[in-house]
């Protein structure tokens, strides 16, 4: 694999990066499939005083950070280490040198715990969606609240906050730019919300931003934070795929299906008689459950990474709208369970309006449908659809004429298995861009 170098960085990744070095302390606003991840790292190394942490999702620091620090010349021979696996092996790692340190959030307690009465050995911090940080309550803030303050160098991912985004402002922002002599934006998450917001309850426990309070917060937080738009608009979109991670035990469902041609999930007798109905139902497990009926009316799950990569998704784009496409009834449903404040096409007018997450089938919004008037410039595919046409026509809800960003479109999908070969035959039609073919290549170490 040739490695991309410094100058393969764009304009806007490359001022992100000044301003973060600059900065020292500070939340990168920018939406996913900006490339915000090697301009953290590179800043990072840029302002290198020692070991850094990087906080993350288990999914994403396990397959995206690696990566992508893999991909890059200036990082490729910095050491990453996986704080993962039980409590000693941890430990263990921890003590081990390397310049990258990765953790998810969930384990931030055990590391303020295996580190407390030390000073943490950490110069750098960066916090992938440190959205994960907002509720000043949990006792991942409550952990890290301290010993960030000790920490120099600090940056937050993130999308920028909007609607009901903005009340977690203040527990990034504070995990971002907070010093021993001053806490951003109010002196406490209480302070905060008798500023800009009220009680709709008597419990006081669901509460909304006054008049103007968004406008306000967000330009009061912009001054601890670099906001970095994506390109101008293209013509076609920019296709960003998504690793999945898999479980072993869906591995072995998937390679028992495929050899034998049935697999029992949950209690039920998955049977693929012939060559085309295996191919669905290898789909169908890829994108996480499967029909048992041929009505399609019931199905079992199997497993749950592409709801987990989408959530990821989700979270990280801060309320700003987003478009996702599936191809299976149950993926909308599956999410919808998950989401219930989730869109359908029914409710486009409302979403074009308001923003939020609008999960559409592509067939229902592939021809005549302007959904970029709405400032969406993000979509996401479930699963791909083996239609030319659908692919095309869905990519081209967002980029179109009008559209003031450049279009990204993300795919998820599990590598090495059937849906390699829908995304090589969409590529074998000129329109799927290599990054998509590179990436269902790549072996994957699950």
Same mark, same amino acid.
């Given at each position: 694999m040739q490695l991309l170098k410094l100058d393969d960085l764009s304009t806007e990744q490359n001022q992100a990066i000044d301003a973060l070095v600059e900065r020292r302390r500070a939340n990168l606003w920018a939406k996913p499939g900006s490339g915000k991840t090697v301009v953290?790292?590179?800043?990072?190394?840029?302002?290198?005083?020692?070991? &850094?942490?990087?906080? $993350? &999702?288990?999914?994403? $620091?396990?397959?995206?950070w690696r990566q992508e620090l893999a991909r890059w010349e200036h990082l490729a021979h910095l050491e990453a280490c996986l704080l993962f696996g039980s409590p000693t092996k941890r430990a263990q790692l921890l003590g081990t040198s390397a310049d990258f340190y990765l953790i998810n959030y969930e384990l931030l307690p055990w590391l303020a715990d295996e580190l407390k009465g030390a000073p943490w050995p950490f110069r750098s911090i960066l916090m992938d969606e440190v959205s994960k940080l907002k509720a000043a309550g949990t006792q991942r803030f409550k952990k890290l609240r301290r010993p960030i303050l000790d920490i120099p160098v600090r940056i937050g991912m993130t999308g920028t906050p909007r609607g009901n985004a903005i009340m977690g402002v203040w527990g990034q922002t504070y995990m971002a730019a907070a010093t021993p002599d001053h806490t951003p934006l109010a002196p406490s998450m209480g302070h905060f919300k008798a500023r800009w917001f009220c009680p709709v309850d008597k419990e006081r426990r669901i509460w909304r931003p006054n008049s103007?309070?968004?406008a306000e917060v967000r330009e009061a937080a912009a001054r601890y934070a670099h906001s970095m738009p994506r390109s101008s608009a293209a013509a076609e979109a920019k296709v960003v795929p998504v690793a999945v991670a898999t479980p072993a035990a869906v591995r072995r469902q998937y390679a028992a299906l495929e050899a034998d041609l049935c697999v029992t999930i949950d209690g039920h007798e998955i049977l693929a008689p012939e060559a085309g109905t295996l191919r669905g139902k290898l789909l169908q497990l890829c994108s996480g459950a499967i029909y048992t009926n041929p009505e399609r009316t019931h199905y079992v799950e199997a497993h749950e990474g592409k709801i987990e990569a989408l959530s990821d998704i989700i979270d990280d784009m801060q309320g700003e709208p987003l478009l996702v496409f599936y191809r299976f009834r149950h993926e909308l449903e599956r999410m919808q369970a998950r989401y219930p404040d989730i869109l359908t096409i029914e409710d486009a007018d409302s979403w074009l309006k308001h923003g939020g997450v609008l999960m559409v089938h592509p067939a229902s919004a592939a021809h005549g449908l302007n959904l970029h008037v709405g400032g969406c410039s993000t979509s996401v595919w479930f699963t791909l659809p083996d239609s030319q046409e659908l692919w095309e026509q869905g990519n081209r809800r967002l980029a179109r004429t009008g559209q003031r960003e450049e279009v990204v479109a993300m795919v998820l999908a599990l590598q090495n298995t059937v849906e390699d070969n829908v995304a090589r035959n969409l590529a074998a039609h000129g329109r799927l861009q290599d990054e998509l073919i590179d990436a269902a290549d790549k072996e994957l170490s699950i």
């Amino acid at each position: 694999m040739q490695l991309l170098k410094l100058d393969d960085l764009s304009t806007e990744q490359n001022q992100a990066i000044d301003a973060l070095v600059e900065r020292r302390r500070a939340n990168l606003w920018a939406k996913p499939g900006s490339g915000k991840t090697v301009v953290a790292a590179t800043a990072a190394v840029r302002l290198f005083e020692g070991p &850094t942490l990087v906080l $993350a &999702t288990k999914r994403i $620091a396990e397959l995206v950070w690696r990566q992508e620090l893999a991909r890059w010349e200036h990082l490729a021979h910095l050491e990453a280490c996986l704080l993962f696996g039980s409590p000693t092996k941890r430990a263990q790692l921890l003590g081990t040198s390397a310049d990258f340190y990765l953790i998810n959030y969930e384990l931030l307690p055990w590391l303020a715990d295996e580190l407390k009465g030390a000073p943490w050995p950490f110069r750098s911090i960066l916090m992938d969606e440190v959205s994960k940080l907002k509720a000043a309550g949990t006792q991942r803030f409550k952990k890290l609240r301290r010993p960030i303050l000790d920490i120099p160098v600090r940056i937050g991912m993130t999308g920028t906050p909007r609607g009901n985004a903005i009340m977690g402002v203040w527990g990034q922002t504070y995990m971002a730019a907070a010093t021993p002599d001053h806490t951003p934006l109010a002196p406490s998450m209480g302070h905060f919300k008798a500023r800009w917001f009220c009680p709709v309850d008597k419990e006081r426990r669901i509460w909304r931003p006054n008049s103007g309070a968004e406008a306000e917060v967000r330009e009061a937080a912009a001054r601890y934070a670099h906001s970095m738009p994506r390109s101008s608009a293209a013509a076609e979109a920019k296709v960003v795929p998504v690793a999945v991670a898999t479980p072993a035990a869906v591995r072995r469902q998937y390679a028992a299906l495929e050899a034998d041609l049935c697999v029992t999930i949950d209690g039920h007798e998955i049977l693929a008689p012939e060559a085309g109905t295996l191919r669905g139902k290898l789909l169908q497990l890829c994108s996480g459950a499967i029909y048992t009926n041929p009505e399609r009316t019931h199905y079992v799950e199997a497993h749950e990474g592409k709801i987990e990569a989408l959530s990821d998704i989700i979270d990280d784009m801060q309320g700003e709208p987003l478009l996702v496409f599936y191809r299976f009834r149950h993926e909308l449903e599956r999410m919808q369970a998950r989401y219930p404040d989730i869109l359908t096409i029914e409710d486009a007018d409302s979403w074009l309006k308001h923003g939020g997450v609008l999960m559409v089938h592509p067939a229902s919004a592939a021809h005549g449908l302007n959904l970029h008037v709405g400032g969406c410039s993000t979509s996401v595919w479930f699963t791909l659809p083996d239609s030319q046409e659908l692919w095309e026509q869905g990519n081209r809800r967002l980029a179109r004429t009008g559209q003031r960003e450049e279009v990204v479109a993300m795919v998820l999908a599990l590598q090495n298995t059937v849906e390699d070969n829908v995304a090589r035959n969409l590529a074998a039609h000129g329109r799927l861009q290599d990054e998509l073919i590179d990436a269902a290549d790549k072996e994957l170490s699950i």
